[in-house]
């Protein structure tokens, strides 16, 4: 059938000097050989023709222009012979697309690939074309290639615009909170995140994603410095005159990349720097490996066998105990081992009497001391609970509340210890976690300068909690220092006053001017524009603690400028990297067990715009910017604030001026 299919498709005036003999060969007819021609190609014959057979090539070639000139002539007068009519032409599509909605439909889809995880090729399927057929005509569902190709674009059009943001910014950012760590992806892919916050003139608390990078090179820390540089570098955040804070998560290889950056200032997590004195307190406690071990192993049990759950769901119906799931805890993080110790001790009867009766669960009981020291456990970890969620807050600062959350804790836990109706057993452990806590956090935390700076600044604190350790005038000073460097005047300038008439004054009356100006510029320098700031600052009536701390430092930053200045630069670094651990968390919720393929650059793309797209919006929108770039015009809308009156006193107690908040 071959065979007479190609013997049928001749056409080619070269089959005037070849045979053909099989499927995919021709014989010559002048010296015999065979030549391949499989589908009928014939350039091999041609080839043979021309090196062997010159004559009849020539021949060939004048026979072949013959026939191209005779087929132009008949083409052409078709066409003229046609002109005017229609009726061979095929006939358009009565199908239009509307093209501004089919743009905005293309970035509406980009949008939402990177907003709901939803993998490309949903929009190959017949059924989700059938879908926009109905609810929107005129549009057409395009390649998931295609798609795919304009989230790369998308990525790179919102990293341009947040890098612009920051730009147009730059010179009213006195601080920013950088935090990075490093995933590695189900798929074996490794990444590198670094995010940004700052507060903006406006006191607006902004955060960014810029850069989540693969990373393939080891994570070395000289790996890992130069890839941080390179992106501060990109971000054009170089410059010295923002101090450029890292919090990382106490990684030694993160540690040593920030400790050997040129533009970095090391600072480590506060939630991880708390974890480990959990992990510690875990470890150290007799019978606590235990406690986890048997809560992991009830909790994984009840997950894998659905008998076992029924079983539960049954006996706690019978306990009259309402049935809550146990939670199957993350051997990474505190916070799930808690979560799951708590669930297992709400189930606490149903499990003694399921271990009681049921012989597949008695290797899984928790004797007497056991249950108590997990009673003890969790009742002294929930105040540590609640500090987690302080430090991983994102919209409100959260290094002001760093000192007050462990002295906090601190002070919980001794009342816990002092208390003779607790069980020895859980004072055991309130004991060792107390210790760790110092150990971690020396001096209630306020080993560091910017904590104690960031918690004298918090207006419902001023300070309090210094006292404990005698450390307020100690910060005031260093707030006096720091706060100076804003102040564009010279005080010392005040100096070289001296009277025009001094001339005519007495030798008695000069040397009586020249020591009491003497003793007022001495007065002045020791009392500062920056201490008469703070001594005002310290008369304020303290706020509620729900407070908005950066609204109340907008309202007095008129009366108070070099110290919402400190203010505005210290409250913008995060006590916490909780910011890079959810951008991995989307992440994680890319790379999934059905999209293990998944680019690595294509994760990076969908995470970016994922992470910053809304932010860039409603920036531009407060702003009332059309687009973000070097041309925008920033026009600032104006908040309406509360009213309360403060009075401001000066050092005579005589009042300066009533200000309004």
């Known amino acids: 059938l071959e065979h007479i299919r190609m013997a049928s498709k001749k056409k080619s ?17 002048q010296c015999k050989q065979k030549i391949a ?19 009849q090539f020539e021949k060939f070639m004048e026979e072949k222009r013959i026939n191209d000139e005779v087929s132009g002539e008949a083409t052409r007068k078709r066409k003229a012979d046609d002109v005017g009519s229609s009726a061979w ?43 926009i057929k109905v609810a929107c005509g ?9 798609y795919s190709r304009m989230v790369e674009a998308k990525a790179k059009n919102v990293l341009g615009q947040v890098t612009d943001i920051m730009a147009s910014v730059k010179k009213d950012i006195l601080s920013i909170g950088f935090t990075s760590d490093l995933w590695t ?44 540089d390179g992106m501060i570098e990109q971000l054009a955040m170089d410059t010295a005159d923002i101090a450029k804070y890292a919090i990382n998560d106490n990684a030694a290889n993160m540690k040593l990349a920030i400790s050997e950056s040129q533009y970095l200032i090391q600072y480590f997590c506060d939630i991880h720097t708390l974890q480990l004195g959990i992990n510690d307190t875990f470890k150290n406690v007799p019978g606590m ?13 009840t997950h894998q066998s659905p008998v076992a759950m029924n079983e539960l769901i049954k006996q706690a119906s019978v306990d009259n105990v309402k049935f809550k799931k146990p939670k199957n805890p993350c051997d990474t993080r505190w916070n799930a081992q808690f979560d799951s110790m708590v669930s297992i001790l709400h189930l606490k009867m149903p499990i003694i009497h399921l271990c009681e009766e049921n012989d597949a669960w008695s290797s899984k009981a928790l004797d007497r001391s056991q249950w108590k020291l997990l009673e003890g456990a969790v009742q002294v970890l929930k105040s540590l609970k609640e500090t987690t969620k302080v430090f991983e807050a994102e919209k409100t600062p959260t290094i002001n509340r760093v000192i007050e959350r ?8 001794t009342e ?59 910060t005031k000073t260093e707030i006096e220092t720091e706060a100076k460097k804003f102040d564009c005047q010279d005080v010392e300038n005040e100096e070289t006053e001296v009277a025009d008439n001094s001339a005519i004054l007495s030798p008695t009356s000069k040397l009586r001017k020249q020591l009491r100006t003497a003793t007022e510029v001495h007065h002045r320098r020791r009392r500062s524009k920056v201490r008469m700031e703070i001594e005002k600052y310290e008369t304020f009536s303290t706020p509620g603690k729900d407070v908005d701390i950066l609204l109340w430092w907008k309202v007095h930053e008129a009366v108070l400028p070099l110290l919402s200045k400190l203010a505005r630069r210290v409250l913008a670094v995060p006590s916490s990297s909780a910011k890079s651990e959810r951008v991995f968390s989307v992440g994680g919720n890319l790379v999934t067990a059905k999209r293990g393929r998944l680019a690595a650059s294509k994760v990076e793309d969908l995470i970016v715009i994922k992470e910053n797209l809304e932010k860039v919006n409603e920036f531009k929108k407060f702003n009332n910017i059309e687009k973000a770039g070097g041309d925008c015009t920033l026009e600032v809308k104006t908040v309406e604030i509360p009213v309360q009156v403060s009075a401001i006193f000066d050092e005579d107690e005589e009042m300066l001026e009533v200000y309004d908040y």
């Not at 005036?13 to 007819?29: G, I, M, P, R, S």
């Not at 850069?211 to 941080?228: S, Y």
């Not at 490996?289 to 049990?301: D, F, G, N, P, Q």
Request: charged share 30%; with cysteine.
């Open 13 to 29: 005036l070269l089959w005037q000097y070849f045979v053909l003999c099989d499927n995919d060969k021709a014989e010559c007819n």
């Open 37 to 55: 021609c499989k589908g009928g190609t014939t350039s091999g014959l041609q080839k043979h023709l021309k090196s062997m057979h010159c004559e």
């Open 89 to 131: 032409k095929q006939p358009k599509l009565s199908f239009s697309v509307d093209v501004e909605k089919q743009k905005k439909f293309d970035d509406k889809m980009v949008e939402f690939f990177a907003d709901t995880f939803t993998p490309f090729n949903v929009v190959g399927k017949e059924s989700f074309k059938n879908v």
């Open 138 to 146: 005129g549009i057409k569902v395009k390649n998931p290639r295609t």
């Open 185 to 228: 992806s189900r798929s074996g892919d490794s990444y590198i995140s670094l995010t940004a916050s700052y507060i903006d003139k406006d006191w607006t608390m902004q955060r960014w994603t810029p850069f989540v990078k693969p990373f393939p090179e080891r994570h070395t820390g000289v790996n890992i410095r130069l890839e941080l």
């Open 289 to 301: 490996k235990t406690v986890l071990s048997r809560s992991k192993e009830i909790a994984k049990y």
């Open 406 to 413: 462990i002295y906090t804790n601190q002070m919980e836990l």
């Open 416 to 474: 816990f210890i002092e208390n003779p109706e607790n069980n020895r057993n859980g004072v055991t452990f309130a004991r060792e976690l107390k210790t760790n806590l110092e150990k971690r956090f020396p001096n209630l935390g306020m080993n560091l300068s910017l904590r104690r700076m960031a918690n004298f600044l918090d207006p419902s604190f001023k300070g309090l909690h210094l006292s404990v350790k005698n450390l307020l005038d100690d």
